[in-house]
Structures are given as structure tokens and as C-alpha cells.
């Protein structure tokens, strides 16, 4: 028996007794002595009734709760339920002097005053998930601190994780410095996107999609970092960027990514967003006009006479008349420094003449 038919059933039982006890009460208001008729009448139509709006009235509220709910994290049902019993402790403490009050007010009030306080008890709670969790993580932490040496910190927050930042690698050593503390949320359509990527027909696009689930199989084995997989989805949205800002303004919580499109849409919804790109270029190594430094010329550089090297930390340095020095390492002066969007940039000049520069012939050529 499906729940659709159980329904109707019930709904025709209900409306059908309802209609019965309405009819009987509608028999002598039309001036008629025929009670009994009156009620077959009334029955007959509220079974009637009942059978054709069971579904609109019971089911439908109810999938659209239970889609509601399912959307939620277990957090945030947590911090609603804590705010509806507080509400209903502090109504039911209010109840008793408004009953005192004259009538109507001491029947209507307690419970308006009911209804008020459980709303607006589940909302800050919502609301305010983040502090009261991190009460109770920080009370949870220092209890098991006295027994320990050696406290292991608490992670109070959940991250939601996407798929670029899966793929690029670099989570791993960045959550195993303890710099990234919480519980890194991965949605199962988030898993989904990975493993479409890895069973790809590109062999690039594939390598990168394999890469990625040696990533996330790495975190998982790891003790120190917790992830989490969720089945977690947001209904009628098919791109997993809008799935995840949708999300992220649902639990408030923020987003893990290097995705240069994913960080200025997140921004514009008021989302916050963790980049490790951003992270990389804040931990550069800071160089200022006149330091030192060593760098291997390797290619040259868009002006005339340039040349380009990294340091180990992936900075461009470009170097003045460094086509000279072309496969070699040199000590260069530090000239300027650019922040640019794809991160810092250093310009330099070199301390020493290259060991095999031609030497200038008297008309201004080079000799060959």
C-alpha cells in the first residue's frame, strides 16, 4: 500500500466524520427536521472532499518539509532545535501570568507569545549556529585539556570543499600544517564532478581527475585532518559552483577553492571564500629595492634584452639585459616589486657582468 493511497484513506475517514457532525449542524439552521440526511449528505461530501485534497493538503507540505530539512546540515538542525525548546521553556514560564490576565487575553496570549518565542528562538539560533557551537567546542576542549598534556585543537567550523582545490593537491599540506582547522565538507555532487573528470575521454582532463582521488583518498587516510562526505544537494540548480554558493549561505559557512570565476561570484553573494591562491602569494618571500638575491636566467623576456627566472617559491623575477645570462646563475639587485593579479612579480638587475659578454666594436656593433 503506497502512502499516496494510505493517505486518501485517512483523509476521506477524517473529512468523511467531519462532515457528518457538519451536516447535523446545518440541518435545523435550513429549517429542515431531516437530521439524519443532512449528515449522510455531509459525510458523503467530506469523504469526497477528502479524497480528492488529501494529497494537496498532507503530502505535498510534507515532501516539501522533508525536501527543506534534507537540504539542511545537521548543524544548523541542531542549533534550530536548541532554539525551539528554549523558546517553548520561556513561553511556558510566561504562561502563567498571562493566564492571569482578563478574558480573551489570558486564553489568546500564551499562545501568540508561544508561537513568537519558538520562531524567533529557532531563527537566532540559525542565525547564530557558529558562536554557539564555538561555546561549546571551547567548554569541550578545555575539559579535555586538564587530563592532557598536549591539547589537539578544535575544529569548529566546516569548510566546503570544491573540485578545483581537490585537483590542484596542495590541501593536503596545507590542512596537515594545522593552518586550515575544521571539517572540510565534500558534497557528493562535488564527488561526482571528480569522478567525471577522471573517467574522461581527455587524456589531460583524465590525469586530473585521477590526481584528484588520490588527493581526497590521502586526506580520508590522514588522522589529523577531518573530511566529510555529504549527500547534501540543492534542488534545481545543475552547475556545481551555484550548488555550492547556494550551500555555503545555507550553513555559513565558507568555500575552499582556487577558482578565479567561483571567488568573484562567492564574493558578490556575500560568501566567503578560502583561496590557496591568495594563501600562496601571501607567504612569498617579501623582497625590497636594493636586497640581493640569486636566480638561474632560463627564458627571455617580453621587452628587449630581458630575461625570466622563478625562485623556488614559484616568483617571477625578470631580469635587466638578462638574455646575457641566458642557463646561468647570477646575483641580482632588486630594482621594484609588482603585485599583480597572477602574484608578485620582482624586477632586478644583475651585480656582475656575464663571463662571456662580447665585446663592443669601435662603430657601437658587437663583435661576433
Do not use: C
Not at 499516496?4 to 447535523?24: D, H, K, N, P
Not at 510566561?94 to 500564551?110: D, E, F, K, N, T
Not at 547556494?246 to 559557512?253: G, I, N, P, T, Y
Amino acid at each position: 500500500m503506497s502512502i499516496a493511497f494510505f493517505s486518501r484513506l485517512v483523509g476521506m475517514l477524517v473529512f468523511g466524520i467531519a462532515g457528518w457532525y457538519l451536516g447535523g449542524a446545518l440541518a435545523p439552521l435550513v429549517g429542515s427536521q431531516d437530521i439524519t440526511l443532512w449528515s449522510q449528505a455531509g459525510s458523503a461530501l467530506g469523504a469526497l472532499v477528502g479524497l480528492l485534497l488529501t494529497p494537496w493538503l498532507a503530502l505535498r507540505p510534507l515532501r516539501a518539509t522533508y525536501t527543506f530539512l534534507s537540504q539542511l546540515s545537521l548543524r544548523s538542525l541542531m542549533a534550530g532545535l536548541l532554539g525551539l525548546i528554549l523558546g517553548l521553556i520561556v513561553s511556558g514560564l510566561l504562561a502563567v501570568p498571562l493566564s492571569l490576565l482578563p478574558q480573551p487575553l489570558s486564553q489568546i496570549l500564551p499562545i501568540v507569545v508561544a508561537v513568537a518565542l519558538s520562531y524567533l528562538g529557532v531563527v537566532t539560533s540559525v542565525n547564530r549556529q557558529g558562536e554557539i557551537f564555538s561555546i561549546f567546542s571551547n567548554f569541550g576542549s578545555r575539559a579535555g585539556a586538564e587530563g592532557r598534556s598536549k591539547a589537539a585543537p578544535a575544529g569548529g567550523r566546516t569548510i566546503l570543499t570544491d573540485t578545483s582545490v581537490i585537483i590542484d593537491g596542495r590541501i593536503t599540506d596545507i590542512a596537515r600544517t594545522g593552518f586550515l582547522s575544521g571539517t572540510l565538507l565534500i558534497p557528493r555532487f562535488v564527488l561526482n564532478e571528480l569522478q567525471h573528470i577522471a573517467d574522461s575521454s581527455d587524456k589531460l582532463r583524465r590525469q586530473r581527475g585521477r590526481r584528484g582521488l588520490e588527493v581526497l583518498a590521502a586526506l580520508q587516510k590522514d588522522p589529523h585532518i577531518t573530511v566529510q562526505i555529504s549527500d547534501i544537494d540543492v534542488e534545481g540548480m545543475r552547475e556545481v559552483d551555484d550548488k555550492l554558493v547556494v550551500l555555503a549561505r545555507q550553513m555559513h559557512a565558507p568555500i575552499l577553492t582556487n577558482d578565479f570565476n567561483l571567488n568573484r561570484v562567492a564574493d558578490l553573494q556575500g560568501v566567503l571564500i578560502l583561496n590557496i591562491n591568495d594563501l600562496a602569494n601571501a607567504v612569498k618571500s617579501v623582497f625590497l629595492p636594493g636586497e640581493e638575491l640569486s636566480v638561474r636566467v632560463i627564458q627571455e623576456g617580453r621587452e628587449h634584452r630581458q630575461g625570466v627566472g622563478y625562485l623556488e617559491d614559484g616568483t617571477m623575477v625578470v631580469v635587466q639585459d638578462g638574455v646575457d645570462y641566458m642557463g646561468a646563475e647570477v646575483r641580482t639587485s632588486v630594482t621594484k616589486v609588482l603585485q599583480t593579479a597572477a602574484g608578485r612579480m620582482v624586477f632586478a638587475k644583475p651585480e656582475e657582468k656575464p663571463k662571456n659578454s662580447p665585446r663592443p666594436t669601435r662603430n657601437g656593433g658587437r663583435k661576433r
